[in-house]
């Protein structure tokens, strides 16, 4: 389109030539949503005031739809859609008792209600519902934040009216909620010609009479706003944030790794937390920058930034021409001054009724050089944290480009909710005061949203590992703690295998929490690896699972001094290596942490022809008791299993053909693989005293048992998964 130059149309009249009213909206609020620059994940709010038939009467009513609380703009679907009769809302105006009370307006949306929908309305309805305008957009673009968080915004706001022929309006800051309704009601009343309106500190609203103007509309301002700071910033020739201070480091991915297990053990010590990390170019520019410090304890502006990234990120004052090994001391020291500044913070604004303190620890830490660190519940929590800062980052660098040589005094967000004496200006940039940013974090509606979550699992917050998770009880240890809420790692020397182990658990956790690495347990470099892409995709390993082992066979039953070698590496040496490589993450981390390793019934149990398994496993059984004591507060648990037959990559269906053979068990040469297996199962569960074969399940329920928060004072123990072996009870 003409007229655009950062953003692009993405409307096709094509597509909404097909769409009714409702699919209209939810067309327009996507293209809307598809872009980071106009509006970040959750954030921003859509609307369209719709003719429909009530059920109850079969007259017309003009009807609210408005994306429901929690929504997503790029993904919403037409029932994420509250409806509200439209009359209804705006009478609500007649019982309004004032800001002071506004929050019990919230419940109230509940009766205007139209039709049987169960979404709730967001706190942004009223927003939405008494702007006069038949389709209304909510963002929070960049651009239009920087305009909305500069010191002279609404100076520049009337520069940017008169040069690109608009007539938008400005609001000093207002929490979100009823009274900032009426704020806007009152503003169209008193501008009745206005194309929009900048929310001081917040964000914009455009409208238009149709869906397609409105979308139309929206990209216009947002883009021109765009254009807007650009002259600004290249009239203005100076760098962004006062020039570079400190350069990126060519390293920095390799000191991200060295630091980032213990980071991420530092700021989990009330609760686990999953990481991510980024170096993008605007991320490092900012980080590296002179005024990133002053800027970074200034903390965001948006309501919806502050929400993810808290009161401000944790800086690292560090020169990035340093020793990396240096890290962890000073990320302990900014940690204690961060956590003591933010038990101030809420100790000055909280009130009687406010929510208890949560976990003082930062979402977001920047470290000169190296980039932004930053911490949700899950993998994708941590990404949006991050893509939230880089927002705040971009929003910084606008308000900064259109900085003036005379300060601004007067600063436009200030107005009933906060005074002028309230926010603190940093190079034309303006951040949410520390009272209003309290009232946003502890806001009695958000804590009952948090309240209203469903409960976490039993493994949430945490990152297995599992190597051989690619068949047989590795697997099924990845599934289950897929289920169980974890982040999955699945290592193993079959690649496909683990990969598509991976898919399978991506379809019960989510594409984001799993990951899938190659591995050669008797390769340090090869464990090395694995283990740093799982620091590097989540920030650490709290548990880590060894399933892999060989059974040594051949044709002429006869085991050379080769295989007996290879049987011992694989089965005792590569459990060592792992578990010394394991450690070194597990104790950056300072967490309750444990390995689980999979020894074997034949560990105890004297047996002709298996002789290099048996010793392997005996080996292996005491190593789980020595790695105990020496990697201590690590724990380190074992199981012993009776034959396991069932996905086992060590019952290839010669060898079973073989055991079928010798206990003198009829088979069929056509019989398929599954049917050979559990004939041979069968006749091993009736050895022991449960005659029930011995499942890849229940291994994994015993794995998961030991490694997880259910025995955290379990270490250096064996639990049998074998039926009842009689021939294996110690003795």
């Not at 990404?383 to 003036?404: K, P, W």
């Not at 059974?551 to 001094?561: A, R, V």
Request: overall charge negative; hydrophobic content about 40%.
């Amino acid at each position: 389109m003409a007229g655009l130059k950062f953003l692009e149309d993405r409307w096709d009249e094509k597509v909404a030539a097909t769409l009714d009213a409702p699919e209209l909206l939810r067309y327009r609020s996507n293209l809307l949503g598809s872009d980071l620059r106009l509006t970040n994940f959750g954030g921003g709010n859509t609307s369209s005031k719709l003719e429909m038939t009530d059920p109850l009467d079969g007259t017309q009513k003009t009807v609210l739809w408005v994306k429901g609380s929690g929504g997503d703009l790029g993904s919403i679907k037409r029932a994420g859609f509250a409806t509200l009769y439209l009359d209804r809302l705006l009478s609500m105006e007649k019982v309004y008792p004032g800001v002071a009370r506004e929050d019990e307006m919230v419940a109230m949306y509940t009766l205007c209600t139209f039709g049987n929908n169960p979404v709730a309305a967001s706190i942004d309805t009223p927003l939405h519902g008494f702007l006069p305008f038949a389709h209304v957009d909510h963002l929070h673009p960049d651009w239009g934040i920087a305009l909305a968080a500069s010191a002279n915004g609404k100076q520049k706001m009337e520069e940017f009216n008169k040069e690109f022929g608009h007539t938008i309006v400005w609001l000093p800051w207002q929490r979100p909620g009823f009274e900032l309704a009426m704020m806007l009601k009152r503003a169209v009343e008193a501008n009745p010609k206005c194309d929009g309106i900048v929310l001081g500190g917040h964000g914009l609203f455009t409208w238009g009479d149709t869906q397609r103007e409105s979308y139309l509309n929206t990209i216009t301002i947002v883009d021109q706003i765009g254009q807007f700071i650009e002259k600004h910033h290249l009239n203005r020739g100076k760098e962004h944030f006062g020039g570079a201070l400190h350069a990126t480091r060519s390293d920095r991915r390799e000191v991200a790794l060295e630091m980032f297990a213990h980071l991420r053990g530092a700021v989990s010590r009330k609760q686990r937390w999953i990481g991510s990390y980024v170096d993008a170019p605007d991320v490092m520019e900012f980080v590296n920058s002179a005024q990133a410090k002053e800027l970074a304890h200034l903390g965001t502006s948006c309501p919806d930034h502050f929400i993810r990234t808290k009161i401000r990120p944790m800086y690292i004052e560090w020169d990035a021409k340093g020793d990396a090994a240096t890290l962890p001391k000073l990320i302990d020291a900014a940690l204690e001054t961060y956590r003591k500044e933010y038990g101030e913070y809420y100790t000055k604004h909280a009130l009687k009724d406010s929510p208890a303190q949560r976990d003082a620890s930062p979402t977001v830490v920047l470290v000169p050089g190296v980039g932004m660190f930053t911490f949700g519940k899950n993998k994708t929590e941590s990404r949006l944290t991050g893509e939230f800062y880089t927002n705040a980052i971009h929003v910084m660098q606008g308000a900064g480009s259109m900085s003036s040589a005379v300060p601004c005094t007067d600063v436009p967000q200030a107005g009933p909710a906060a005074g002028p004496e309230e926010f603190t200006v940093f190079e034309n940039y303006v951040a949410l005061p520390p009272s209003e940013a309290f009232r946003i974090e502890y806001w009695a509606l958000e804590e009952a949203k948090i309240r209203r979550q469903p409960a976490e699992k039993e493994l949430s917050r945490r990152i297995v590992m599992i190597v051989g998770g690619g068949s047989g009880i590795g697997r099924e240890v990845a599934l289950l703690a897929a289920e169980r809420g974890a982040h999955v790692v699945i290592a193993d020397r079959d690649t496909a295998g683990a990969e598509n182990v991976a898919e399978e658990c991506k379809k019960i956790a989510g594409k984001e929490a799993v990951l899938w690495v190659p591995i050669d347990i008797r390769d340090r470099v090869a464990i090395k690896s694995a283990l740093a892409a799982a620091v590097e995709r989540f920030g650490g390993v709290d548990m880590v699972v060894n399933t892999a082992a060989i059974f040594p066979s051949s044709p002429d039953g006869i085991i050379s001094d080769s295989m007996w070698g290879t049987t011992l590496e694989i089965n005792v040496t590569a459990n060592w290596l792992l578990s010394d490589e394991a450690s070194k993450v597990l104790q950056a981390q300072g967490l309750d942490t444990s390995i689980v390793l999979t020894s074997s019934a034949n560990a105890v149990v004297a047996k002709k022809g298996s002789e290099a398994y048996d010793v392997s496993k005996a080996a292996l059984s005491h190593l789980v008791r020595e790695l105990a004591v020496t990697l201590a507060p690590i724990r380190v648990n074992g199981i012993s299993p009776a034959t396991v037959v069932k996905g086992s990559t060590m019952f290839p269906r010669d060898r079973v053909k073989a055991s079928l053979t010798k206990y003198a068990i009829a088979f069929a040469e056509d019989e398929t693989d599954d049917s050979l297996r559990n004939k041979l199962a069968a006749f091993y569960a009736k050895r022991t005293l449960t005659h029930v074969p011995i499942d890849p399940k229940d291994c994994a329920e015993a794995i998961l048992f030991l490694a997880g928060p259910k025995t955290p004072v379990t270490t250096g123990h064996l639990i049998p998964v074998d039926g009842g072996l009689v021939e294996a009870y110690l003795r």
